[in-house]
């Protein structure tokens, strides 16, 4: 799968990394989403859940044996259109 696909598929559900962030106190949150709105994600991080903004982060997705990061601004969708709109 390469990265154009994966940024449409669903999301909930994969681990997650901050990898890059203009806000130092998203960096290095992991964990697996649980949920996601056109702006945020909530991670679920050591059994507490932390709202993490798109726009200024950059994720790392794992899945399988592979990893794919996506800039939050590329996605930054409702889920539903995110496979109308991601070209």
Do not use: W
């Not at 997650?16 to 679920?44: P, W």
């Not at 050591?46 to 601004?73: L, N, Q, T």
Request: include cysteine; charged fraction near 40%; hydrophobic fraction near 30%.
């Amino acid at each position: 799968m390469n990265s154009q696909d994966f940024r449409r598929r669903e999301l909930i559900g994969l681990e997650v990394e901050v990898i890059e962030s203009t806000c130092q106190e998203h960096l290095g949150i992991k964990g697996r989403v649980v949920d996601e709105s056109k702006n945020t994600f909530t991670i679920e991080q050591g059994g507490r859940e932390k709202m993490v903004p798109k726009d200024c982060c950059k994720f790392r997705f794992a899945e399988g044996e592979g990893s794919y990061v996506v800039s939050g601004k590329d996605i930054k969708f409702r889920p539903e259109d995110r496979i109308k709109k991601v070209r």
